[in-house]
């Protein structure tokens, strides 16, 4: 069993045996093309499945960004699970000097 399928199986797990779950992937930019290619066949395979959510972050035309990406990110938007994006900007100096002192 390769590390891919085993991850997938591991998914399926979870999925099966909890119920809400919310999967974060952060700087999906810095992502290769196997785990894009893992998460598009997580993504396929469970599609239907409504007791899961994910969470990407994505930069915005990110020096990394490449055709792999917006090709993964042009099928999400095509599989039948909602799918939404939000462009965020990035936070002022005053706001990270703010969210710091709330967190401290």
């Given amino acids: 069993m ?3 399928q085993a991850f997938i199986q591991l998914f399926e797990c979870l999925v099966g045996h909890s119920s809400n ?4 992937i952060d700087d999906l930019h810095l992502a290769d093309s196997s785990t894009l290619a893992l ?3 997580m993504l396929e395979q469970f599609n239907q499945d409504a007791s899961f959510d994910f ?3 994505v930069r915005d035309k990110s020096p990394r960004q490449n055709m792999v ?3 993964f990110l ?3 938007s095509h599989l ?4 939404r994006s939000y462009a965020l900007e990035p936070f002022e100096r005053e706001h990270v000097e703010e969210f710091s002192r709330l967190l401290a």
């Fill in 2 to 4: 390769d590390v891919s």
């Fill in 74 to 76: 042009h099928r999400l």
């Fill in 55 to 57: 969470v990407i972050t």
């Fill in 80 to 83: 039948k699970r909602r799918f």
């Fill in 39 to 41: 998460l598009h066949q």
């Fill in 69 to 71: 990406l917006e090709n």
């Fill in 21 to 24: 779950l919310v999967f974060l």
